[in-house]
């Protein structure tokens, strides 16, 4: 099936993929991997969205998506003030594959962290963090999902 409107079907189609495969893996399907679909979601809606249409983001202060219920990640380094910001490092650090999974007492992943390097000449150093987050998967499902929320109120409103 064609896209009507790259935006909104891409990121509903994406959000569709990781429900179908969340709810496979409740029923007890052990041929899904639902934190695998949530890194592949991630590369689409952080990675592929961001090329063209950082800018289509809001530059929403954090504090103010804090009180409406993002999840805070915990941060090394200097803390994202902004939506636009907070996807920038987000998209450096799943693009560039500047991620480590952890997983639990039952070795299933827990929680991820994801880092941006400092660069020097165009280059990563890859040694040298200039920011680090951590989260649960749980909460890094959050912002997947929060951010293609924005992504389809933002492409919604400019399609009417």
Partial sequence: MEYTNFIIDFVERTRCKLEHIEK???C???DVYP???????LLGLIV???ED???SLPATPMTDLYAQGWPDITIKGRRPETLRDLVRKLRNAVAH???EFRGDYSHEISTIT???CDMNGGRQIKRSRSWEGQMGISE???VALSVSDLYLDTFRVSAA
């Fill in 28 to 30: 007890g399907d052990d």
């Fill in 24 to 26: 496979r893996a409740r």
């Fill in 48 to 50: 592929v969205l961001h």
């Fill in 35 to 41: 934190v695998t679909q949530l890194w592949n979601s």
């Fill in 140 to 142: 890094l499902r959050l």
């Fill in 97 to 99: 594959f500047n991620v």
């Fill in 53 to 55: 249409h950082e800018q």
């Fill in 114 to 116: 994801l880092w941006t």
